[in-house]
């Protein structure tokens, strides 16, 4: 939908189906991307009014044949990927152009991301370009909301989770430096930085629950030196996703 600043979004209510605390994923973790130079959507707070969900039809939870409003107030917009009158945005794209995104080798960066905060889910993408026929696409990363386990602020990590589902985005990993400048900015990042994002997300998306977040920002901080080896579990997987990595 499009909000009064002109720009269109996509918003995630409260009382959604998966967890409260998802909203407050998306903002920490896609604004811990932004910080590692990772493509993704800006993400903000949004107003929602009781009288705009209860003349839109389409702002309802449906769940198990039950139809919810959606709540009011405060929820979490991320900004749509492209504006929609002039861009072609896609969920999936075939091998031989999935190969030709143009900034593949983010996939590899975003792992920095998602082994790090244990995303829960598969990596999410989605696919632009403008309207030429012959444009090569960009991914941009969305979803965030399964990391850190989802509303169980946990870190039960495993190989194969948080990856993304086709191994043709890993190619060109060769070594450790496919994955910079992200991993170095990682490791290297002060609590204090994590502490300024986490502050701007709105009490109610955690259920007032300052002393769990002050165990997930420390948990986070304490994980930057393990982010190596949670990516070596994955290379090191059933999946061989790093061919071209022949190296010690």
Partial sequence: MRASDGAYYVTKAQN??????????????????QMLELPMPRVETIEVSQSLIEHTADLRVELAGVSTLCKAGT????????????????DYLPENLLEAVRNIRDFACVLVLDR????SDGRQAVFTRKGKPRGKYAATFIDQGYCFNAGEW???????????????VYKHVAGWNAFEPALTRAEQMDVDDIW??????????????IDGLKRLVEALYRRR???RDLIAQFRNSSRNPFPSWTSS
């Fill in 16 to 33: 959604n189906p998966q967890h409260v605390r998802v909203l407050a994923n998306e903002m920490l973790a896609t604004r811990l991307g």
């Fill in 196 to 209: 300024r994002i986490a502050t701007a997300i709105p009490p109610e998306w955690y259920e007032f629950d």
């Fill in 154 to 168: 946990s870190f039960p990590d495993s190989p194969l989770r948080g990856v993304y589902a086709r191994n043709c």
């Fill in 116 to 119: 790090w905060t244990c995303n």
């Fill in 75 to 90: 929820q979490l917009a991320s900004l749509y990927v492209q504006d929609p009158s002039d861009s072609i945005v896609q």
């Fill in 225 to 227: 030196p393990i982010i």
